[in-house]
């Protein structure tokens, strides 16, 4: 996609043509008496940069290198001579001061950093290999195309190894295969598929199809290519998010390993910078089970999925999911597109216990794609009996339950407690009608703090909850801090009166979309919350949501706005 839409070479080479075409018009007749050729060539240039980067959304790569044309044209109209650091410098300036919030994105990172590395460590490339230059340019042309290889196999080394820190930031990922696809897949696109598909487009139809045809054909067999490499099970090396002083250690080695100068007699000493960055798919507290959890504190990460449930909560040395969010379509799961994603960068591939509240999509969509990916030790839920996420479990050996009133156990010193389904509850003994009302509800307490988990649970099981809410089961609560989830993402059949007033919750949130189409959570509910005194989160206003619950002490949240990346304390 970068390649086909935003690719700064693709910029470059466009603002060329359009530069040769202005300069091949300029020259006729006494026009370059107006102005020279070179002047106008060079507006020209930055004029269908400018078009081409309009065209593909202004992402980040294109403004980049629309804004280096732009420095080039002006310092040609100016009579500079630029270094090419300068261009770099000047380009980064300008996205700065347009976009100020394009440091938040990966497009920033990834594109001014492989330029900036390129230029570094290739910015004496003419002469690094010892292949004669300059006046001794009458070499055979056999010497110039190897030394024209090798220079392009050490660029795509350099930007390989300088990119690999923000790959792992970013995207918790590296493509083992990226060089050898890149090698083929760069010059096929940038030079045979993007130029006839414009040619294709600019000349009369039953000219022109053929061109846009054989485009397409390239970019089918180049498809068919690249997913049968991405399907090779070491195409990509998986690694959690690295910490900021391993961030700098690797740096700083890639830095040496990618310097200008002749490779062959410094290789021992490269290979060592390289080894620097090995750290960063070792994390040194992965095998030591550190937690900044004490015994007794717990945490939840209310993850920002959309219309639909998911919530991690860990203890020491423990972690419950609690539903898997929505799928959309066949493929389209939060498994597949938050929360393994998350669940990776954290260097999470183990969960003890997963809750799935009831059978509803919303709640069970991503619960298949974690299986694949993730180790999971047991399941408990509300589900019927035909149920296909019981079958995948079977078949992967991982025992299950349904949950049951009264259910409780105990991690780290963290209690859990089943308040719904009753206690006579089975797999095959589910509700006949609407799953909600089965919908697994679970309470996750210390002695400070306790958390409520509800699922989608309507106003039946609500008042089968009060009832059971009796004086002495009251008394377990206590005095503890509330922290309420409004079931069924805040709708009108939820939040009960009489159950909101039993628990008197201290704060509440709620997992819903934007502008979704159920209108959740309802006025009426959100009005009710706001009556109550009880400040209500919603993801859609929050983004993702981290409670953490220590010994003596309330809860305190975080809040990630993912839009504009703001971090909000409570």
């Known amino acids: 996609m970068h390649l086909i839409s935003i690719s700064g070479l693709h910029v470059t080479m466009l603002a060329g043509v359009g530069a040769s075409f202005a300069a091949f018009i300029w020259r006729r007749r006494t026009w370059p008496l107006i102005a020279p050729v070179s002047k106008v060539a060079a507006i020209s240039g930055f004029i269908t940069a400018f078009v081409y980067a309009w065209l593909a959304g202004f992402q980040i790569p294109a403004q980049r290198t629309m804004y280096m044309v732009g420095v080039v044209a002006f310092a040609l109209w100016t009579g500079r001579n630029p270094r090419s650091f300068d261009i770099w410098w000047w380009a980064l300036a300008f996205v700065l001061l347009i976009d100020p919030m394009a440091p938040y994105t990966p497009g920033f990172w990834l594109s001014f950093g492989a330029v900036a590395a390129i230029l570094y460590a290739m910015g004496d490339s003419s002469g690094l290999l010892g292949i004669p230059t300059g006046k001794e340019l009458q070499v055979h042309w056999s010497l110039r195309a190897i030394q024209a290889l090798r220079e392009a196999c050490r660029v795509q080394a350099v930007v390989t190894l300088a990119l690999l820190p923000f790959t792992l930031y970013w995207f918790y990922q590296v493509s083992v295969v990226s060089p050898l696809a890149n090698a083929f897949a760069i010059p096929l696109v940038s030079y045979v598929v993007t130029p006839l598909a414009i040619i294709g487009a600019m000349l009369p139809e039953f000219i022109g199809r053929w061109l846009i045809w054989s485009a397409h054909a390239a970019m089918e067999y ?27 250690v690797s740096s700083v080695g890639i830095i040496y390993a990618i310097r200008p100068g002749d490779i062959r007699d410094t290789w021992k000493r490269r290979l060592l910078g390289i080894v620097f960055s090995i750290p960063l798919f070792i994390s040194p507290f992965q095998f030591l089970n550190v937690s900044d959890l004490a015994q007794g504190e717990f945490s939840a990460s209310i993850l920002d999925i959309g219309q639909g449930t998911a919530v991690l909560i860990e203890t020491a040395n423990r972690r419950l999911l609690y539903d898997a969010g929505p799928i959309q379509g066949k493929k389209d799961d939060a498994g597949q597109r938050i929360i393994l994603p998350y669940f990776r960068g954290r260097g999470i591939d183990h969960i003890d216990r997963m809750v799935i509240s009831h059978s509803d999509s919303d709640h069970v969509g991503g619960a298949a794609t974690l299986l694949k990916h993730i180790q999971f030790d047991f399941m408990m839920g509300s589900l019927p009996s035909g149920n296909p996420l019981l079958e995948n479990l079977r078949a992967r050996s991982i025992p299950s339950i349904p949950c049951r009133f009264g259910q409780r156990w105990v991690w780290d010193g963290v209690e859990f407690v089943i308040w719904h389904p009753h206690e006579a509850t089975v797999f095959s003994n589910q509700h006949p009608g609407k799953p909600n009302e089965m919908s697994c509800v679970l309470e996750v307490r210390n002695t400070q703090s306790s958390l409520w988990l509800t699922g989608d649970v309507e106003k039946q099981g609500e008042a089968e909850i009060t009832e059971r809410l009796d004086a002495e089961m009251l008394k377990e609560i206590g005095e503890r801090e509330l922290i309420f989830m409004a079931p069924h993402h805040g709708s009108k059949t939820s939040s009960s009166v009489a159950l909101l007033k039993r628990l008197e919750p201290n704060q509440a949130f709620a997992q819903n979309g934007y502008r979704n189409r159920y209108g959740h959570p309802h006025p009426d509910v959100t009005a009710r919350y706001k009556d109550l ?29 993912h839009d504009i990346k703001r971090l909000w304390h409570r």
Request: hydrophobic content about 45%.
């Open 533 to 561: 005194d009880i400040p209500f989160y919603q993801t859609p206003e929050t983004g993702f949501q981290t409670w953490s619950f220590k010994n003596n002490a309330k809860s305190s949240t975080q809040f990630w706005r």
């Open 222 to 248: 180049l498809a068919i290519t690249l997913e049968w490499m991405a399907n090779w099970s070491w195409s990509v090396v998986w690694s959690r998010q690295p910490e900021w002083w391993l961030f700098l």
